[in-house]
RNA sequence: CGGGGCGUAGUAUACCGGUAGUACGCGUGCUUUGGGAGCAUGUAGACCGGGUUCAAUUCCCGGCGCCCCGACCA
């Protein structure tokens, strides 16, 4: 895409009312805009980076036999009823609204009932379980205090997804692939090797539920690390009695703050039973089915890395969620030639299927760079009558800042191979 | 929800009880052209309501909004 045509404008000052360095980074950059306190537009650029963080989910899901649904944000208060979730002073962050036409709505904030009534229609036999079901979707809550830019907001996606097993090894099973394609999202997101699976407390039905924290100064969670061990708890787990059972002693592990990215949590039979979700087994007997739960949050997930891998000037962001892959600027000056080159290797690289931001603007150089730091992308090539005479471009690896000199035909090969 | 801070052009800020200034941005012209360049010129502003006062952006009260700390986060 030209940048000439990109909805976008850089600015050198933070607004004073974001302190966080994920809404700094971000709003400088032109990826988001804040509508209210908790609440942020994206504009095209930030779409970019969280539908490339949506559409990494999205793969590590269905590799996992998930299948993608899609369930309203407005809810029927009856459902919720039935497990005694609707009543405010049980659920404090429902956002409500009423019917003109009579009656009350809520605004999702998770979804289990959802999928577990559609369930109670389409489950029967045990030859339909199991079931992967998720979505991603808008939730609201009506949190008391929103903070951290787009860490913590009132609005938000969220990939949840929901499984419906037989028989508690079978739920066990799938709880381990999915903490698997959890980390495997993180990585390829480029937080992975600072991000733990943490041991949580279980609630009812399990012994431990799993947090997956990323280490940040950001962070408004305390975990506790041993890295050798790769073992990472929370505060509700520190009893020794947890802690030798993970096979750790309190004395070795650090405090550390986190950013909780994804959680996974076993629900038992708490919803099947409360919606009267049952299968009737091989036998005939009529069993409730055990579910669980995971969320990840592509916003907050795309706030972790601003504030995981930015530097305190500029974004840097991993290949698969950056806007595009490539920065192409071109250094025109008075030389009309070079635009016309820059030109024909946009074409070139966009026809080989690369897709590349290219800076057309009539611009001074020194612009074009500042912006191209502060959009982070993963490689920017520049062309000027220098590399022209030199016969190349020259590509700089934003992550490490080294700069390479090479010749036009391995431009594609080494975007690939990055 | 407890505590604290702050509301001035698109953004960042200054001053002031008496016609609101600077920088960036944006517009125009000229110069410049590999790291947010220069000169000239223009554009644009006091959160809302009430009170005090001859006069309020400034002082007082209320509201609304934003940020931070804590609490909360199923």
Redesign the pocket.
């Known amino acids: 895409m030209r940048q000439s045509h990109l909805f976008t ?12 360095k994920n ?1 700094q980074l971000l709003i ?1 950059a032109g990826f988001i805009h ?1 509508e ?4 942020y537009s994206y504009l095209p650029l930030g779409l970019r980076v969280l539908e490339n963080g949506m559409r990494i989910i999205r793969e590590e899901m269905n590799g996992i036999g998930g299948q993608e649904f899609f369930m309203p944000s407005l809810q029927n208060p009856e459902i919720w009823k039935k497990t005694n ?1 609707w009543d405010d002073d ?5 956002f409500k609204s009423e019917l003109k036409a009579g009656g009350e709505v809520g605004f999702a ?2 979804h289990e009932e959802t999928i577990t009534g559609i369930m109670t229609e389409y489950v029967q036999s045990y030859k339909d379980l199991p079931l992967y079901a998720y979505h991603i979707q808008n939730k609201f ?1 009506n ?7 787009i860490m ?1 907001t009132r609005e938000f996606f969220m990939k949840d997804l929901y499984s419906f097993s037989r028989t508690e090894k079978e739920h066990t099973d799938f709880y381990e692939k999915c903490a698997a394609a959890y980390m495997r999202v993180f990585t390829r997101a480029g937080i992975g090797h600072k991000t733990y699976r943490t041991f949580a407390s279980g ?1 009812a039905f399990s012994k431990f539920s799993h947090e997956f924290q990323t280490l940040s100064d950001a962070g ?2 305390v975990i506790y690390v041993n890295e050798k061990k790769g073992v990472a708890v929370n505060e509700e787990v520190l009893g020794a009695a947890d802690l030798s059972e993970l096979g750790v002693t309190r004395d070795e592990l650090e405090q550390r703050t986190s950013i ?1 990215v994804g ?1 996974i ?1 076993s629900l038992g039979t708490k919803f099947s039973s409360a919606l009267n979700l049952t299968f009737k087994d091989e036998n005939g007997n009529s069993q409730p089915v055990i579910m669980g ?1 995971y969320g990840i949050g592509p916003n907050r997930l795309m706030g972790t890395v601003a504030e995981v891998l930015g530097t305190a000037e500029n974004m840097v962001w991993p290949k698969e969620l950056a806007p595009f892959p490539v920065h192409l600027i071109s ?4 030389n009309p030639a070079v635009a016309s080159e820059a030109d024909r290797l946009y074409d070139e690289l966009t026809e080989s299927g690369v897709d590349v931001l290219y800076d057309d603007r009539d ?12 959009i982070g992308i993963p490689t ?1 090539v ?6 022209i005479a030199e016969g190349g471009v ?1 590509v ?1 690896n934003r992550a490490s800042g080294q ?1 390479q000199f090479m010749p036009e035909p391995a431009l594609v090969d080494y975007v690939n191979a990055q």
């Open positions: 404008k850089t600015r050198k000052e933070a607004p004073k009312d974001e302190v966080s809404a400088r804040k209210m306190a908790g609440v979730r049980v659920v404090d962050v429902w904030w998770t809550r949190e008391v205090r929103a903070k951290s830019g913590r609630g408004e969670d909780e959680n949590f739960s250094i025109v000056g008075k611009v001074r150089a020194g612009e074009k760079f500042a912006d191209a730091d502060l920017r520049v062309i000027s009558e220098k590399t020259e700089t700069t």
